[in-house]
């Protein structure tokens, strides 16, 4: 292993180091959160959170103070990124943007040196640094996907809850409560955060588009809209909420029919995807010379960018074909 390798290694430790860094100061109770956890009776107190000038909370100020400075250029540049805030919102993300960002960096930095390590072609190394450094984003993404689908799933329900409160003589607000009492995750989130914001002087029609702008759900706008229209025109809105439901609870067992009957297109696609990767990994192992030519010479560089874009093309064309909107 040359110096070069072991200096790119090295900086990947690093980044790592200092990424695990973050995460600790993420997760672990401020100062503030202490004495109110204390406070509130949730945590006992003890000799060294009642002091207020300690050694640990020097050295915490003092490596807060020596990180303030990245963490807010980051800050900064996340907000000329459009609305990353909300979709770091939208998936409840257990960190924020600032500590993501330097995990992908580390990632980026480690592939990068895993690629010198197994002696990858030059021209692949970037590739490989890049896939490591995407590798944050898809599982944000995924865990936002799913938030979003489970909270889909949950619509129906808290249809019919809302209904039925509303039906026992209770009002709108009632209802939303009975959902953030009795629904778990994530649905229970964001209708606390709307009933909270009622209760803090919001009117609800407000409150709940702002649902909207945090799930963006079309079951959630029917649900909004009823609301705005019976609070404007009057009518029942229990009975309103109760078609919403069952439409809701329809056009879910057709989806499921759907994916069913598009399974094997599905795992087609992703097959047909993976087996040239794989097949270029493989051909590598066993003999490198001979996959090398397709960086080292121009022809070799043009099939790799034409096998690039028709895989892409690909990817389009099945999930256009299996993505039937229900």
Known sequence: MDNQTMLLVGGGIVGVIITLGFLIREYSPSTEEDRLAVLTGQ????????????????????????????????????EKVGNVRLFFEQANSPITFDVFMIISAALGVLGFGLGLVIKAPFLL??????????????????????????????????????????????????????????????????????????????PIEKALKTMITRMPNLDLKFFVTAVAIQRQAGGDLAEILDKIGYVVRERFKLLGMVQALTGEGRISGIVLMALPILLFFCVYYINPEYVTLLFTKPLGRQMMMGALILQILGAYCIKKIIDIKV
């Open 43 to 78: 945590k006992a107190a003890t000799g060294s959170s009642t002091k207020s000038g300690g050694g640990g909370v020097v050295k915490r100020e003092m490596i807060e103070e020596g990180m303030s400075g990245i963490r807010t250029s980051i800050g900064r540049a996340a």
């Open 125 to 202: 190394l970037p590739i490989i640094a890049l896939v490591c450094a995407v590798l944050p984003f898809i599982w944000l993404s995924q865990r936002r996907k799913r938030r979003l689908k489970k909270f889909a799933k949950q619509m129906p329900d808290a249809m019919e809850l809302i209904a039925r409160a509303l039906r026992s003589g209770h009002a709108l607000t009632s209802g939303l409560h009975v959902v953030v009492e009795e629904m778990p995750e994530p649905i229970s989130t964001e209708f606390s955060i709307a009933y909270e914001q009622q209760n803090l002087g919001v």
